[in-house]
């Protein structure tokens, strides 16, 4: 059974650009949360979508936004980037959100 | 505030010891606890999984332990081996609508040959 893949694994952008991360949870899985991860702030959470809504959301300004497709993939998009923003950005799926979740192996952006 | 707290941030042990990693939770209203292991820049590998009706979860060499009345919960490793030098993670998930995973900091544990 494949695990969790997020594309792409790597990117670099410069301030004020915007990027779009992609998350396909494992088959089956309805729910998947987003979270990023900094050396300082340690996991935080941005938001989570089952069955194409959002369910939850995390303390975030409005440029990080995200959806779910009818396939349960997701995709996040963060507009008008800024230093901060450089961080490992992972996604997680489940069943159901309150079950166990799996992982994938994130996306590292830098942003210059 | 629904908080998780890994202390301490690092542990180093020689080879064959066995360890056990703390995580400690604020509000006793968990609904299950889980925790996962992370390599170098790699995502999340989930370890185990710990529902509040359950005492305790193993997995091979790994036993996890559940205390909500104390709010704490306890990773166990037997005869730990340098492939088990990673950070640890826990995350608490509480009861109570839109709930999220609160995640600790992570133990970094180095397990020396």
């Known amino acids: 059974k494949a695990g969790v893949t997020q594309t792409p694994r790597y990117l670099i952008k410069t301030r004020g650009q915007q990027v779009t991360l992609s998350c396909s949870p494992i088959s089956g899985h309805r729910s998947v949360s987003w979270y990023q991860q900094t050396p300082g702030q340690g996991l935080q959470f941005l938001f989570e979508y089952f069955s194409e809504t959002q369910r939850n959301k995390g303390n975030f300004p409005g440029r990080f936004s995200g959806r779910q497709f009818s396939n349960s993939r997701s995709e996040m998009n963060v507009s008008t980037l800024e230093l901060g923003d450089s961080a490992l950005y992972l996604c997680?799926?489940?069943?159901?959100?309150?079950?166990?979740?799996?992982f994938g192996p994130g996306t590292r952006l830098t942003v210059l | 505030k629904q908080e998780v707290t890994q202390i301490p941030a690092a542990l180093s042990v020689p080879e064959g010891e066995n360890l056990v990693l703390n995580c400690s939770f604020t509000d006793s209203a968990i609904y299950n606890l889980q925790w996962f292991r992370q390599d170098p820049g790699k995502g999340l590998t989930s370890l185990l999984l710990?529902?509040?009706?359950?005492r305790e979860q193993t997995s091979g060499r790994l036993n996890a332990s559940l205390d909500k009345s104390s709010g704490r919960s306890t990773l166990y490793i037997a005869a730990s081996q340098p492939g088990d030098s990673a950070t640890y993670l826990c995350?608490?998930?509480?009861?109570?609508?839109?709930?999220?995973?609160?995640f600790g900091k992570g133990i970094t544990l180095s397990v020396r040959p």
């Open positions: 995350a608490a998930r509480y009861t109570g609508a839109n709930s999220k995973l609160t």
């Open positions: 997680a799926s489940s069943l159901n959100s309150l079950l166990e979740q799996f």
């Open positions: 710990i529902q509040s009706s359950q």
